[in-house]
């Protein structure tokens, strides 16, 4: 019996050896990959392999068929993409803060002759948003009936819902499952006050829009590194703005469905506004014409009264030496201080 089996594992090891060595040759430039589960929000490694790299370089694209990187060289501008390892066998990247839009097919190429390729499906998982009841509007007598509705949104896919009353579990109606009509994050930054000073308090208002609605927002300041702020808050605060916070400011927005980016020009201007030239000349020239007009008004009263005064005085000694005389040559001759009357026909000057 040692020759039959002896000659059966020779003819089966020439079997294995045969075809199976030239399948092996022909597939040791076919690249491999794995397909990956992510939570939204979460990061996913994609990880491709080639045994026989021929000499060239393994690529990543995604699903819409743009490069994210060929061997160790960037091809797409999005910093949640990141290098894992390059090496001729192996490519790694990993995708952070993954949203329901990274979901898809990506593809792993190597170009040899023929271009061969590898699929790793990557499924996105969403996170049912917080639960809203509605149908209860005010209290109830006994015996009164109310239905309550109990809605999340977000989930992918869909969450189950279970009521409970303390600790005991209710049975209500199937629950329904509709589908959320995802769109894209939008953005807008709107400053308060709108014309900012310096001095001033002021803040930044990130005005993010989708549904779902953003749930997280990322400031970032053009030439600052790292990012200014991370939080769910959409509000950058200035307390107290200097000259130095001038500058562009970004607002990243981020939801299950993606993220938008919006940016603001923050120019500082003075405490105060500062008067033009033209302004300045016309108010000096003012007051000095007013300054004119009115010593002019003194001027004037002054000298009226001074007129007045003197004009008074000479028609009444004028007609002191003509009091008593029976003539006009009299009366000429006593004007004159040619009389040597009394003391009351003397001529004052005043």
Not at 234 to 239: C, D, E, K, R, V
């Amino acid at each position: 019996m040692g020759a039959p089996v002896a000659l059966l594992l020779l003819l089966l090891f020439a079997c294995c050896w045969a075809p199976g060595g030239a399948n092996l040759s022909q597939d040791d430039s076919q690249p491999w990959t794995s397909d990956e589960t992510v939570v939204a929000g979460g990061t996913v490694v994609l990880k491709c392999q080639v045994k026989d790299h021929e000499d060239s370089s393994l690529q990543w694209s995604n699903p819409a068929q743009q490069t994210l990187y060929f061997g160790e060289k960037r091809a797409l501008r999005d910093n949640r993409i990141q290098l894992v390892s390059s090496t001729p066998h192996e490519l790694s990247i990993s995708i952070s803060n993954v949203a329901l839009a990274d979901e898809g097919e990506y593809t792993c190429s190597i170009f040899t002759m023929p271009v061969r390729t590898a699929k790793s499906l990557v499924t996105v998982l969403g996170i049912p948003q917080k639960p809203v009841i509605s149908g209860y509007k005010s209290s109830l007598r006994e015996k009164d009936t109310a239905t309550l509705h109990c809605q999340s949104s977000g989930s992918k896919p869909a969450a189950q819902l279970t009521w409970r009353k303390g600790e005991q579990e209710l049975h209500g109606e199937p629950t329904e499952i509709q589908e959320d009509p995802n769109d894209t994050p939008t953005a807008m930054i709107r400053p308060d006050p709108p014309h900012p000073r310096e001095g001033q308090k002021l803040l930044l208002h990130c005005e993010g829009r989708g549904n779902p609605a953003p749930q997280q927002y990322l400031w970032e300041k053009e030439g600052s590194v790292p990012p200014l702020k991370m939080t769910q808050e959409s509000a950058l605060i200035f307390p107290f703005l200097n000259k130095s916070d001038s500058g562009t400011y970004g607002c990243t927005a981020t939801s299950n469905m993606g993220s938008h980016k919006a940016y603001y020009t923050l120019n500082v201007n003075d405490p105060s506004p500062v008067p033009s030239s033209s302004s300045t000349y016309h108010a000096i020239i003012g007051g000095i014409v007013a300054f004119i007009v009115f010593l002019l008004l003194i001027l004037l009263i002054f000298l009226g009264h001074y007129l007045i005064r003197h004009k008074g005085t000479y028609l009444t000694h004028e007609a002191k030496g003509s009091d008593d005389a029976p003539d006009a040559d009299t009366a000429i001759i006593n004007a004159e201080g040619g009389q040597s009357g009394g003391d009351d026909k003397k001529e004052y000057f005043i």
